[in-house]
């Protein structure tokens, strides 16, 4: 299993380099409560990125504490997702927790857009969306600084509408405030209320979305698409 703590490019802040380095001794000297007590040090005062959330992912998983490294290896993903590194230890974190990898099929032209809107970080996106709308607009109106075929400019459209969906797609991947992991196993409820008949029960470290909320209750949806209820306390969102 790739335990290794490793320092992350894509999607990496830099992280005060006593602190990170006494976090990382601390983890191969196998003193893991401590590890995670300077890693939550630099949560504490800010930081955050692929790196910080990957390394209290592991130190969260020697500890066998599955649903915390579930949610950090699920913000570690927000800000790199195509790293195989998190992805691998997210699987190994959800097997050990007892959760079943489910692959429900999807629409193939979602998954290829899915895949090409996350090649790239959104600020590439921008910046194609950018120069494409730049080269379009001199070719446009009384403007016309250069002289290009129709096609070209048609194809700079396409590309700067393809730029700026994939831009959309990543910032609100980011962002997204519905995306939740469950922290005890916990029973899902028909309706709002813990005296209301019990749907089905789910393990610590599920991923779960928020569809509905009421008082103290949200209305979860599962990977599976089942619905119910359950006491928003008994879980943590997955924010940057």
Same mark, same amino acid.
């Given at each position: ?9 894509l ?38 990125g692929?790196?910080?959330y990957?390394?209290?992912a ?27 590194? !998190? ?9 050990? *927790?007892? $959760?079943?990898? %489910?692959? @429900?099929?999807? &629409?193939? #032209?979602?998954?290829?857009?899915? !895949? ?9 996106? *921008?910046? $194609?969306?950018? %120069?494409? @709308?730049?080269? &379009?607009? #001199? ?36 962002a ?14 028909i ?5 209301s008949?019990?749907k089905l ?16 209750w ?23």
């Open positions: 299993m790739k335990y290794l703590v490793v320092i992350m490019i999607g990496y802040l830099p992280l005060p380099a006593q602190s990170f380095q006494e976090a990382i001794k601390q983890y191969h000297d196998g003193q893991y409560e401590l590890s995670l007590k300077s890693w939550n040090g630099l949560l504490d005062q800010g930081q955050k692929a790196t910080l990957y390394n209290l592991n130190t969260y998983l020697k500890l066998n504490r599955y649903p915390e490294s579930i949610l950090y290896y699920k913000k570690a993903l927000r800000w790199d997702p195509n790293n195989k590194d !998190v992805q691998y230890n997210l699987d190994v974190a959800r097997k050990l *927790a007892g $959760i079943e990898n %489910i692959a @429900l099929p999807r &629409f193939f #032209l979602f998954v290829w857009f899915e !895949v090409i809107a996350l090649s790239l970080a959104s600020y590439w996106w *921008a910046l $194609i969306l950018s %120069i494409g @709308l730049f080269f &379009f607009v #001199l070719n446009m109106g009384p403007i016309k600084k250069l002289q290009l075929p129709v096609w070209v400019k048609y194809c700079i459209l396409a590309l700067s509408f393809i730029a700026g969906a994939c831009f959309y797609f990543q910032e609100n991947f980011k997204d405030p519905n995306e939740f992991v469950l922290m005890n196993d916990h029973a899902i409820h309706s709002p209320d813990s005296e008949e019990v029960s789910l393990k610590a470290g599920e991923c779960i979305r928020k569809i509905d909320k009421i008082g103290e949200i209305k979860i949806t599962t990977i599976e698409y089942d619905a119910g209820w359950i006491p928003e306390s008994s879980t943590k969102r997955i924010q940057l």
